[in-house]
């Protein structure tokens, strides 16, 4: 269960990280259009990265088993990096929720563009690919205990973000409430490469 718990929390707070997407399911779920199809597209998604990185990152460890502390070291060094740019976001940031506009949007186009917000973004790869892969590398045998946590955050996120929304409306059209979670993040990303790196 730790190891699953672990995979769960890395990928729950890469998720939270504001973006395009998350934005784009947060105002999905707040006018209440579509949002079980917002979360199936994203949570599918990511678990079909999440796999890709978990099992092709394990059997390449095994092959080279130096990978593996550099690539514990170079994901502490990711999320120090990443940590920091999200603290950065929550002193400075002036990020809003805008919900208005347009009339009831057809279930299509908002497929194609959370599809492309998905699938076109790098930081994507680079989140559940390249970090979670490498980091699940770590647990050897348990890498997909690791991976399994991590697909689960995945569902739990969008779920949360999808059908919350509605509740978070008030909240979220004020630039405070976006500094506040980008601060959570940026600890929570320090909290995990600091771990990363007394165990190694």
Known sequence: MPVFFSGFAL????IMAIGAQNAFVLRQGIRRE???LCVLVCAISDAVLIT???TGFGALNEKMPW???IMRYGGALFLLAYGAMAIR?????????????RARSDWRKVVATLLALTWLNPHVYLDTVILLGS???QYGEDRAVFGAGAVTASFVFFLLLGFGARLLAPLFVRPKAWRVLDALVGLTMW????????AG
């Open 34 to 36: 579509h949002v079980l």
């Open 67 to 69: 990978l593996g502390p």
């Open 89 to 101: 976001s929550a002193l400075t940031g002036t990020e809003a929720l805008n919900v208005e506009g």
């Open 11 to 14: 990928s729950f707070t890469l």
């Open 52 to 54: 890709l990185g978990v």
């Open 135 to 137: 980091i699940a590398a």
């Open 191 to 198: 909290s995990i490469a600091l771990s990363l790196i007394i």
